[in-house]
């Protein structure tokens, strides 16, 4: 069954440093997300992608964080400085229709810890 | 405005039921169940998509009552397997893509 892949699954990095979490999407979705799972917490949405642009992003998702989808394959997450607080688990999520009819898979995840 | 859970953990022996609730403040258009086990990735369970609509998946199925803006999933004669955190989801504007879940129901089933 095709599947959502993610890496790293751990990523370490120091407070201030760039971050660059891949995606690699199943191929013939339309529709890409970004949700991160701080440890024990809710699911927590931070951007979708289509037709090669940002379609919605939440408050979260401020000036240092940008995602990008660089060679149809591949959907990246970039956070410039990285901060505490953006330690948690970001999972890549892609769907073949948009909401409300499209079902998200999800990829399994990678481990931010910002030390 | 994400939606809201109830109960928010619930435990239960093999055998038996359980429904978990989903509701919101804003209109629903739809309302998607995942359900995540400890450390891995949420998994889709179902989508429903209209009115009183009720759906199946093994021996969990849901229902959305649409003018009540709820949802509610209903999990009977529970498995093992069913252990897990319940996730409602909708998205924030009809057609919108800013799909935002609930703040999660933990399921814990013992034998």
């Known amino acids: 069954e095709p599947e959502v892949t993610q890496t790293p699954s751990h990523q370490v990095t120091q407070m201030g440093q760039e971050v660059i979490l891949r995606c690699v999407p199943i191929s013939n979705h339309l529709y890409f997300y970004w949700y991160r799972q701080i440890l024990g917490q809710k699911v927590e949405f931070l951007v979708s992608f289509y037709n090669n642009e940002i379609s919605e992003k939440s408050e979260i998702f401020d000036d240092q964080f940008s995602v990008e989808r660089p060679d149809g394959s591949n959907f990246t997450l970039k956070i410039r400085s990285t901060k505490l607080e953006d330690s948690a688990m970001y999972f890549c999520a892609s769907s073949d229709g948009g909401a409300p009819e499209g079902k998200l898979f999800f990829g399994s995840g990678t481990q931010l810890s910002v030390l | 405005q994400q939606p809201v859970q109830s109960p928010q953990a619930v435990i239960l022996r093999e055998g038996e039921d359980a429904v978990i609730n989903c509701s919101s403040s804003?209109?629903?258009?739809?309302v998607h169940w995942y359900r995540q086990k400890h450390g891995e990735a949420p998994v889709f369970l179902m989508i429903?998509?209209?009115?009183?609509e009720q759906k199946g998946h093994e021996k969990i199925s849901a229902s959305f009552n649409e003018k009540k803006q709820q949802s509610s999933l209903y999990l009977t004669a529970s498995q093992l397997s069913y252990s897990g955190t319940y996730f409602c989801?909708?998205?924030?504007?009809?057609?919108?893509?800013?799909?935002?879940f609930g703040p999660g129901t933990r399921l814990s089933v013992l034998p």
């Open positions: 804003k209109a629903l258009y739809s």
């Open positions: 989801g909708t998205e924030k504007v009809n057609y919108g893509q800013n799909f935002v």
């Open positions: 429903l998509l209209k009115g009183g």
